[in-house]
């Protein structure tokens, strides 16, 4: 069984593309995690959410707490943000995470 | 330096051998853990710690034995390793529940 599904599982944009990755869960949570690991394998947190949405630069990410989802959206991309997108749920004292989606942005 | 760290960074090691992996962190952050990472299966968390003294089960915890006798450290040790244990295994830590995680470099551990 999988707790956190996410949506496309590969995804190859153009530089300068609006680019949205999909996560949707199936327990209940009280926090969502983005993260983004890099070719070189390091993890990096972009943000932490418990409702509503959060803008860091081009990066923005919303969830909806009723509808068990979460989408994570990159204005005007560029080839530095390939790299692999993670979504994480916490749900009581575990944490559960997505596959990743592997975004490759071409220039 | 600061920051959090992982030890070694790649390792190889045989069949029912034990082996442990360390983790600093700098911070004092209250919260630490630790993951594996395998292709098809994303992030598990293998066991974490809320505070020195405090540990507890993750998703996967089973051959795996963790301690936390100071705030800045959590080893994670595979008493007789498997090689269903080979994986890439980051630590990460975390100053409270609702905030961003800062994960380690990671650990890529072969077991022949």
């Known amino acids: 069984k999988n707790e956190v599904e996410q949506s496309p599982q590969n995804l190859t944009a153009q530089e300068g593309e609006f680019i ?3 996560c949707s869960y199936s327990v209940g949570i009280s926090a969502l995690h983005w993260l983004q690991q890099h070719p070189g394998g390091g993890i990096v947190s ?4 418990s409702s509503g949405k959060k803008k860091h630069g081009r990066l923005i990410a ?3 707490i009723q509808e068990k989802h979460s989408s994570l959206h990159i204005t005007a991309s560029h080839p530095r943000d390939s790299a692999v997108y993670i979504c994480a749920v916490k749900s009581g004292n ?3 995470f997505g596959t990743g989606t592997s975004l490759t942005v071409i220039p | 330096d600061a920051g959090i760290t992982q030890s070694p960074r790649y390792k190889i090691t045989e069949t029912g051998r034990q082996v442990t992996l360390m983790c600093h962190q700098t ?4 919260y630490m853990f630790w993951y594996r990472q395998d292709l098809g299966h994303g992030l598990r968390l293998i ?3 809320a505070a020195a003294d405090i540990t507890d089960k993750g998703e996967v915890p089973d051959g795996y ?5 100071k705030t800045e450290n959590f080893p994670l040790t595979l008493e007789s390793a498997t090689r269903s244990q080979t994986s890439v295994y980051f630590c990460a830590s975390q100053t409270g529940w609702e905030y961003e995680q800062y994960f380690g470099p990671g650990t890529r551990l072969t077991v022949t």
């Open chain 2, 27 to 30: 911070w004092s952050h209250s």
């Open chain 1, 94 to 96: 575990q944490f559960y």
């Open chain 1, 46 to 49: 972009l943000f932490m959410l």
């Open chain 1, 62 to 64: 919303t969830i909806n």
């Open chain 2, 47 to 49: 066991y974490y710690s």
């Open chain 1, 20 to 22: 949205t990755i999909n």
């Open chain 2, 65 to 69: 034995v963790v301690s936390r006798s």
